[in-house]
Nanobody, 125 residues
Framework: QVQLVESGGGLVQAGGSLRLSCAAS????????MGWFRQAAGKEREFVAT????????SYADSVKGRFTISRDNAKNTVYLQMNSLKPEDTAVYSC??????????????????WGQGTQVTVSS
């Protein structure tokens, strides 16, 4: 059984930074395309970032490009989301997701097989 556990969320002032982590277990992490998504209160879930199995390819939502960085450490079975220059509109529950076997970056949440429980990020103005 695959488990994804996020950590690193919290309350931060606008302009600040946070780093989210997502630890995976249960399957070979290095074979999974990973993604980060977020859902603000009353809104639909939206794509944030995705990373290839090797980490050499990434893609971002326009709203976070240049501020957020996705990375992974396959030796530690962990994917990260470094968030800088945070804005109040970044406030949401952030979740990581995994697709084992995909060979391309995935931006649609429906293409992911496994999800973490999410971690709350709150950015105050």
């Amino acid at each position: 059984q695959v488990q994804l556990v996020e950590s690193g969320g919290g309350l931060v002032q606008a302009g600040g930074s946070l780093r989210l982590s997502c630890a995976a277990s249960g399957r070979t992490f290095s074979s999974a395309v990973m993604g980060w998504f977020r859902q603000a209160a009353g809104k639909e879930r939206e794509f944030v970032a995705t990373i290839s199995v090797t980490g050499r390819s990434t893609s971002y939502a326009d709203s976070v490009k240049g501020r957020f960085t996705i990375s992974r450490d396959n030796a530690k079975n962990t994917v990260y989301l470094q968030m800088n220059s945070l804005k109040p509109e970044d406030t949401a529950v952030y979740s990581c997701a995994a697709n084992f076997g995909a060979s391309w970056l995935l931006k649609d949440g429906r293409q992911y097989n496994y999800w973490g429980q999410g971690t709350q990020v709150t950015v105050s103005s």
